[in-house]
């Protein structure tokens, strides 16, 4: 293993911006896997770390097949996790809408050019990224359609869930979708949590890659094969949504199965505490995302349910 | 008549509201009726059009017998934002203008863009109204996305501003109101002026005499207007040359914004508080006029520190 500085910003009074690198095995660059990007992202740095120790072992017992080079980065925003705050600490950009950023530009679009430039020629790249709204979810592997998109090659993680969604315009600007167009096999992978560990998740997220690795002839390890990857379109997914605001009351957590008509969560009123709003599965599926905070906005997808068909 | 665009409850026990104020003329026939939109507080730390607001309604209730249209007023698009001092869209830490066109079936932010979109759809002209942001002050300019220049520069050209950027198309940019609207064939022109958290009285005075022009040029005003200034326009990307902070620190100003200045020219300081060093001078790298100057002294090491305009473009 070797410890690396890949880019690295002076501050004024803060200690140095310094994003580092592991990288284990010598050879073609084959696997760069990146946590966190942001600063709230908390469970997908945690992954890393087990993935940083789990790949130390690996190359001890000399596991690591001769010619291949993989490479970790915990997270690119130290800056943003060390204060609790999701963006960039200045200017509050989103380093993941600046890609493939642009060394002589603004901050956060130097950060972007000065990773992407060490990462953009590996053959595998795997994020662990995190939602726009506040829920878990089921553990998945996710593609954007870009026509690069590789589905089969997502299955042999052997995450329970592909989920392909469509592109949406800043997608342009995010390192999944640039690594694509430099041709670089690129997932994003989710976990259960964002804000919170979940272990089980991010154990599953180390046996998925250490699998992907082994079918890839990579890394030698014979864990179980995981899951016939099911694949999901995003918008095929069935919304459930609140009409009203108030305290969310989940009845249901990711992961269960659902029937027509059963109770999911209950909205209750903040001051009376009277149930404003039950909210009841519109059709037979499966849990794959809930809303895990305890207010909620009204018109919000608390659930989304991936369908069960008989 | 003040009218609610768009309302959601939020959690405990209070109502977010989007509303217009709608001007319309005393007597004349309604089917003829051209309606100008003015918009802004999208982002909620950028203040400048409150005050263009106020002036534009106070203008035109002080000689409501010229009005031969209809004017909304769309002071806070982003309310939770303006009243909480936040850019974004509070608790959802989303740049609204980031999320038109929005969704009627969406969640709460998406919701309010669609209802938004709905509401100026059917405008004549929309004028949205931007301050830059914290760190920037903006001379009056309006800037144009390449693929809408044709039906927009005429339009700018009669709306007073400094300076007319026409910038390159690109994806982001389809996901802001001006985008949506002028997809919608309402032309929409985006000013952006002055700076965050403040009111630049001056600007605002110079942007309200520009959208009497803008009326006077629709036939929804009949008074007396000033004659618009002649902006400089720029549409190659070589015409603007950025200024990037060499190095983390307090910037220091040291020019004043819309000046000529030659290259080499000093614009300011990049200093050390705890060792009392400078640690870069910023000089202007080309012959040119600053439109664009910092404004918020701390740096990162590529922060914004200004944009010139080149001296060929000013002379040609
Ligand atoms: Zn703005």
């Known amino acids: 293993m070797e410890k690396k500085v890949l880019y690295e910003i002076k501050a004024l009074y803060r200690d140095d911006l310094r994003v580092m690198g592991y990288e284990f095995g010598e050879g073609e660059e084959t696997l760069c896997i990146l946590g966190s990007l942001r600063g709230n992202e908390v469970q997908q740095l945690y992954v890393c770390s087990q993935l940083v120790k789990r790949f130390t072992e690996l190359e001890k017992q000399g596991r690591i097949h001769a010619g291949h080079k993989i490479l970790i980065i915990p997270t690119a925003n130290p800056y943003s996790v060390n204060i609790k705050k999701r963006f960039w600490p200045t200017d509050n950009t989103d380093i993941n809408r600046m890609f493939p950023g642009y060394d002589l530009g603004e901050t956060t679009q130097r950060i972007a050019a000065g990773i992407f430039d060490q990462i953009k020629n590996y053959k595998y790249g795997i994020q662990f990224t995190s939602f726009y709204m506040p829920g878990n979810f089921e553990p998945h592997v996710r593609m954007m359609k870009t026509g690069f998109e590789d589905v089969e090659m997502a299955k042999r993680f052997g995450m329970p869930y592909v989920v392909i969604r469509e592109t949406r315009p800043y997608d342009t600007t995010t390192l999944n979708y640039n690594w694509q167009i430099w041709e670089t096999h690129a997932f994003s992978i989710y976990t259960t949590t964002t804000e919170s560990i979940d272990k089980e998740s991010a154990q599953m997220a180390v046996r998925s890659i250490l699998t992907f690795l082994a079918k890839e002839g990579v890394v030698d390890y014979k864990g179980h094969d995981g899951y016939l990857s099911q694949v999901v379109i995003d918008t095929d997914m069935v919304p459930v949504r609140t009409k009203v605001s108030g305290i969310f009351e989940p009845k249901v957590k990711v992961g269960e199965e659902v029937v027509k008509g059963q109770v999911m969560a209950e909205t209750i009123d903040p001051y009376e505490g009277n149930v404003t709003e039950v909210l009841t599965a519109p059709v037979d599926g499966m849990v794959f995302f809930a809303h895990n905070e305890p207010l909620t906005y009204a018109n919000t997808a608390v659930f989304k349910l991936v369908i069960r068909e008989e | ?316």
Request: charged residues 25%; glycine residues 8%; contains cysteine.
């Open chain 2, 1 to 316: 008549m003040i009218e609610t665009v768009a309302s959601v409850g939020l959690p405990v026990g209070e109502v977010l509201e989007i509303k217009k104020n709608r001007i319309v003329p005393e007597y004349g026939d309604e089917k003829v009726w051209k309606r100008i939109s003015i918009v802004t507080g999208i982002h909620g730390d950028e203040l400048e059009g409150q005050y263009v607001c106020f002036e534009l309604l106070r203008r035109i209730a002080a000689q409501q017998d010229k009005l031969s249209g209809i004017v909304d007023v769309y002071p806070a698009m982003n309310p939770l934002g303006i009243d909480s001092i936040t850019r974004g869209v509070p608790a959802f830490d989303l740049d609204m203008n980031r999320l038109f066109p929005g969704d009627i079936n969406g969640n709460m932010t998406e919701y309010l863009a669609a209802k938004i979109v709905e509401d100026i759809t059917g405008s004549d002209l929309c004028v949205d109204i931007h301050a830059s942001n914290i760190y920037l002050t903006e001379i009056p300019q309006i800037r144009i996305n390449e693929l809408h220049k044709d039906t927009l520069v005429p339009l700018a050209m009669k709306a007073n501003v400094d300076f007319i950027w026409v910038h390159g198309a690109s994806t982001v940019l389809e996901s802001t109101l001006a985008y949506s609207l002028n997809s919608r064939d309402v032309p929409t022109l985006v000013v952006e002026m002055g700076v965050g958290m403040r009111i630049t009285k001056t600007y605002c005075d110079q942007m309200v005499d520009g959208i009497f022009s803008l009326m006077k040029e629709l036939g929804i005003w009949q008074g007396d207007v000033p004659e618009p200034r002649k902006p400089i326009i720029s549409e190659d990307e070589e015409d603007v040359c950025f200024l990037n902070a060499a190095t983390s620190g307090i910037f220091v100003q040291q020019v004043k914004h819309w000046e000529r200045l030659k290259k080499g020219d000093m614009v300011g300081q990049i200093i050390d508080p705890l060792n009392g060093k400078v640690l870069d001078d910023v000089v202007s790298p080309v012959n040119g006029i600053l439109f664009t100057i910092r404004e918020y002294p701390v740096v990162d090491a590529g922060s914004l520190l200004g944009r010139l305009l080149r001296e060929e473009i000013l002379d040609r």
